[in-house]
């Protein structure tokens, strides 16, 4: 697997999205992709409790602990790299979580129009 260029939206290095639960394709904490991630793992969120129920509701448990996996499940606050076509359908049923344009990969508008994002960044001033 190659991994793509890690530059964010911004068009800067990409920062790193969460260690605690490690999260992204590679589980490396940063929105890295490749050819192999077609869920596009490249949009880094700030996790809510209705957004975590939402998830699960769409089939897609992301609060319960899966300890075979390493996986402590998330929290409230937690920062955490989303699919960009689950943070778009999220966005369409008024459910997106905030984003961190900064820790986002550039490959997420490929799915995802940068006005959305910066609607709903959390690292905007």
Request: overall charge negative; charged content about 25%.
């Amino acid at each position: 697997m190659e991994l793509d260029e890690s530059v964010s939206v911004l068009g800067e290095p990409l920062e790193l999205c969460g260690d605690e639960p490690e999260t992204g394709f590679f589980r490396d904490g940063h929105c890295n992709t490749c050819a192999e991630d077609v869920g596009s793992h490249t949009v880094c969120v700030e996790v809510s409790q209705a957004f975590l129920e939402y998830s699960r509701f769409k089939g897609n448990d992301l609060s319960t602990p899966m300890p075979e996996h390493g996986f402590a499940g998330l929290k409230p606050g937690d920062s955490w790299c989303l699919c960009a076509a689950r943070w778009l359908q999220a966005y369409q049923d008024s459910m997106a979580p905030r984003v961190y344009l900064a820790r986002t990969h550039q490959r997420a508008l490929e799915i995802v129009p940068m006005d959305l994002l910066k609607e709903f960044a959390a690292d905007l001033n």
